[in-house]
């Protein structure tokens, strides 16, 4: 458009900061931003809103800090994009002193609000704080609880180890037969090692007719992870007589203003030889200072599909060439990271000394001289 002279406007700018927060372009967000501010668009609420999201969605809360306190108009929006972010960030405690600040400047929160503090709270373990605010919701505000903020509190319980409280909730809630609070329950019980609960939901999602593929390789994951190599075999033989079909994990990592995307296993990059030789010398630096791949991982296992190198580890073998030491490298996925590739890249983050952000399906990562911001609270 630049290029064929044709001017932008609020609404353009606005669906390209989206499309950069949605792929985590943040270089091509950042001189969206540039152009925003040259050409005075940055007085728009709406705007600034999206900016927010788009660095908040990048990795950069830095960033996405300082447009918000730069801003002379915030509508609801612009705090929701505060709380809903640096809850995902895992940043909860924080997440609700935007809250507090939100109810002083006179802003009546509404659903997306709660489902923000809601995400924070099972992110950081705030089980009471959560709690609360899932009450307050109807007690202070009128306002109805939607099957997201009874997923959320499904979340809160189950993360945090509280399981038969999880059960009971479900069993309680108006939404007992939604699939999503089952499959909630069967992530829980995945991080907790519990086979009996997590046996219990697949057969709640079974009486649903709601089993998915996803359903199927999580618990044939809770199985490997306890050891129970019938289950293991059950699960794949039912994987494989039903023509299960599972969803294919892919990263994305934003190289010199370009996307670069990576599937499992990826042969399809045109520098893909360089890329596995680099990651095969990455795994043997890491071996040295006590890294063991983790079989138990979602894709880690044969039995279940077969890979061998998953998708953020090319994207972090080619990153690591592309860009100059110690620069940050930003990841985008569409799947939750597993417990292998968690461990690879906080050991990568300590022996390159790089900061790598990770943004998955459920939250950001943020790692660091082989620390992640989640406390392996995930």
Same mark, same amino acid.
Request: glycine residues 8%; charged residues 20%.
């Given at each position: 458009?630049?290029?064929?002279?044709?001017?932008?406007?609020?609404?353009?700018?606005?669906?390209?900061?989206?499309?950069?927060?949605?792929?985590?372009?943040?270089?091509?967000?950042?001189?969206?931003?540039?152009?925003?501010?040259? &050409?005075?668009? *940055?007085?728009?609420?709406? =705007?600034?809103?999206? *900016?927010?999201?788009?660095?908040?969605?990048?990795?950069?809360?830095?960033?996405?800090?300082?447009?918000?306190?730069?801003?002379?108009?915030?509508? =609801?929006?612009?705090?929701?994009?505060?709380?809903?972010?640096?809850?995902?960030?895992?940043?909860?405690?924080?997440?609700?002193?935007?809250?507090?600040?939100?109810?002083?400047?006179?802003?009546?929160?509404?659903?997306?609000?709660?489902?923000?503090?809601?995400?924070?709270?099972?992110?950081?373990?705030?089980?009471?704080?959560?709690?609360?605010?899932?009450?307050?919701?109807?007690?202070?505000?009128?306002?109805?609880?939607?099957?997201?903020?009874?997923?959320?509190?499904?979340?809160?319980?189950?993360?945090?180890?509280?399981?038969?409280?999880?059960?009971?909730?479900?069993?309680?809630?108006?939404?007992?037969?939604?699939? +999503? *609070?089952?499959?909630?329950?069967?992530?829980?019980?995945?991080?907790?090692?519990?086979?009996?609960?997590?046996?219990?939901?697949?057969? &709640?999602? +079974?009486? *649903?007719?709601?089993?998915?593929?996803?359903?199927?390789?999580?618990?044939?994951?809770?199985?490997?992870?306890?050891?129970?190599?019938?289950?293991?075999?059950?699960?794949?033989?039912?994987?494989?007589?039903?023509?299960?079909?599972?969803?294919?994990?892919?990263?994305?990592?934003?190289?010199?203003?370009? +996307?670069?995307?990576?599937?499992?296993?990826?042969?399809?990059?045109?520098?893909?030889?360089?890329?596995?030789?680099?990651?095969?010398?990455?795994?043997?630096?890491?071996?040295?200072?006590?890294?063991?791949?983790?079989?138990?991982?979602?894709?880690?296992?044969?039995?279940?599909?077969?890979?061998?190198?998953?998708?953020?580890?090319?994207?972090?073998?080619?990153?690591?060439?592309?860009?100059?030491?110690?620069?940050?490298?930003?990841?985008?996925?569409?799947?939750? =990271?597993?417990?292998?590739?968690?461990?690879?890249?906080?050991?990568?983050?300590?022996?390159?000394?790089?900061?790598?952000? =990770?943004?998955?399906? +459920?939250?950001?990562?943020?790692?660091?001289?082989?620390?992640?911001?989640?406390?392996?609270?995930?």
């Amino acid at each position: 458009m630049r290029i064929s002279s044709v001017g932008f406007d609020g609404f353009t700018i606005v669906t390209l900061l989206s499309s950069c927060a949605h792929v985590g372009a943040l270089k091509m967000g950042t001189q969206i931003h540039q152009y925003a501010t040259e &050409n005075g668009f *940055l007085e728009s609420v709406f =705007v600034g809103n999206a *900016l927010i999201d788009m660095y908040a969605k990048c990795g950069s809360l830095k960033d996405s800090l300082s447009v918000f306190n730069s801003m002379q108009r915030r509508d =609801v929006l612009t705090w929701n994009s505060m709380i809903v972010n640096y809850a995902i960030h895992g940043h909860g405690n924080e997440a609700i002193s935007f809250f507090r600040e939100m109810l002083i400047e006179g802003i009546k929160p509404n659903p997306i609000t709660f489902l923000g503090l809601l995400i924070g709270c099972s992110h950081q373990g705030l089980v009471k704080e959560g709690m609360e605010f899932f009450h307050n919701m109807g007690a202070m505000y009128n306002l109805k609880p939607g099957i997201k903020h009874y997923g959320c509190m499904v979340d809160l319980f189950g993360r945090a180890g509280n399981l038969e409280t999880a059960i009971e909730f479900i069993e309680s809630s108006p939404s007992r037969n939604d699939p +999503v *609070l089952w499959r909630t329950l069967l992530s829980s019980c995945k991080i907790h090692k519990n086979v009996e609960k997590g046996e219990m939901a697949v057969r &709640n999602l +079974v009486q *649903l007719s709601a089993l998915s593929a996803g359903d199927c390789v999580l618990l044939a994951q809770l199985y490997a992870d306890t050891k129970n190599h019938e289950g293991v075999l059950k699960m794949r033989m039912l994987i494989k007589n039903q023509d299960v079909r599972t969803t294919p994990g892919w990263s994305l990592i934003e190289i010199s203003h370009q +996307v670069h995307k990576f599937v499992v296993d990826d042969t399809s990059h045109n520098e893909s030889r360089e890329i596995y030789s680099n990651l095969e010398n990455i795994i043997h630096e890491l071996t040295l200072i006590g890294y063991t791949k983790e079989e138990s991982s979602p894709d880690s296992t044969s039995k279940i599909c077969g890979s061998s190198y998953h998708s953020e580890k090319l994207a972090i073998a080619f990153g690591l060439a592309k860009t100059p030491e110690r620069a940050t490298l930003r990841i985008v996925k569409n799947l939750r =990271v597993c417990r292998d590739c968690h461990s690879f890249t906080k050991l990568v983050s300590k022996a390159f000394q790089r900061e790598i952000v =990770v943004r998955d399906r +459920v939250r950001f990562h943020h790692f660091q001289e082989g620390v992640c911001s989640c406390k392996d609270y995930w």
